[in-house]
């Protein structure tokens, strides 16, 4: 069965740096990959989404990488603020699963100022 | 805003009590997807509509039914409530026509079963 896997550890971090969480997967082929934030007792809030043929994309801070090779995705926050403490999920889809989701556990980061 | 509203937010029940949880959204989408989140499992899909009168299961469907009679309700229910229901629930909507839609997610619902 596929398998999605976030880094187990949470991220703690010093402001201005830039944190690094990574989305490996097994047993699938998704089609795309989206990136969510949740903060405590709130639902995830969409971030970022990349396609399988597109290997990065941006938004402000943010960037995404997708190698379908390595089965992996990265994402990071550069110049990182403690406003960006959070957990971070990633989630793979594809065309033929009715639109279904699948998420990852999730990894916590926390900004130090 | 993407106008989704989870009732109730929170609920203390009794192990063979019967509990329904109810989303509501008011953007008139088509797919809603009710979710489970627990500690170290993440995120996982129970049931999801298609459309009105249209539900299929997800991977951790046992012990939960769906139904949507109209566009905007969704109502997951628990037939008779176990302690290992006790999660957060959420609901989500699907965004767009196109594939890759993003999901808006509501506020969750806390169910503890005793």
């Known amino acids: 069965s596929q398998k999605i896997e976030q880094n187990s550890e949470a991220l703690n971090i010093q402001e201005g740096k830039t944190a690094t969480l990574t989305c490996n997967y097994t047993?699938?082929?998704?089609?795309?990959l989206q990136w969510y934030r949740q903060d405590p007792g709130r639902g995830p809030v969409f971030l970022l989404l990349?396609?399988?043929?597109?290997k990065e994309k941006r938004k402000e801070r943010l960037k995404v990488t997708f190698d379908t090779t390595l089965k992996q995705s990265l994402f990071h926050i550069t110049a990182s603020q403690p406003a960006d403490s959070a957990t971070y999920l990633c989630?793979?889809?594809?065309?033929?699963?009715?639109?279904?989701?699948?998420f990852g556990a999730g990894t916590t980061v926390t900004v130090r100022a | 805003d993407a106008g989704i509203t989870q009732s109730p937010r929170h609920k203390v029940t009794e192990t063979g009590t019967p509990v329904t949880l109810r989303c509501h959204q008011t953007?008139?989408?088509?797919?809603m997807y009710w979710y489970r989140q627990d500690p170290g499992h993440g995120l996982r899909l129970i049931h999801y509509?298609?459309?009105?009168?249209?539900?299929d299961k997800g991977e951790v469907s046992d012990g939960y039914s769906v139904s949507r009679s109209k566009t905007e309700d969704f109502l997951l229910t628990l037939e008779s409530a176990t302690s290992s229901q006790t999660s957060v629930y959420f609901c989500?909507?699907?965004?767009?026509?196109?594939?890759?839609?993003?999901?808006?997610f509501g506020e969750g619902s806390r169910l503890t079963v005793l």
């Open positions: 509509s298609y459309g009105v009168k249209d539900t």
């Open positions: 047993n699938y082929s998704p089609a795309y």
């Open positions: 989500a909507i699907r965004s767009g026509t196109g594939g890759t839609g993003e999901l808006f």
């Open positions: 989630a793979l889809g594809d065309f033929s699963n009715d639109y279904k989701l699948s």
């Open positions: 990349i396609r399988e043929n597109e």
């Open positions: 953007e008139n989408h088509r797919y």
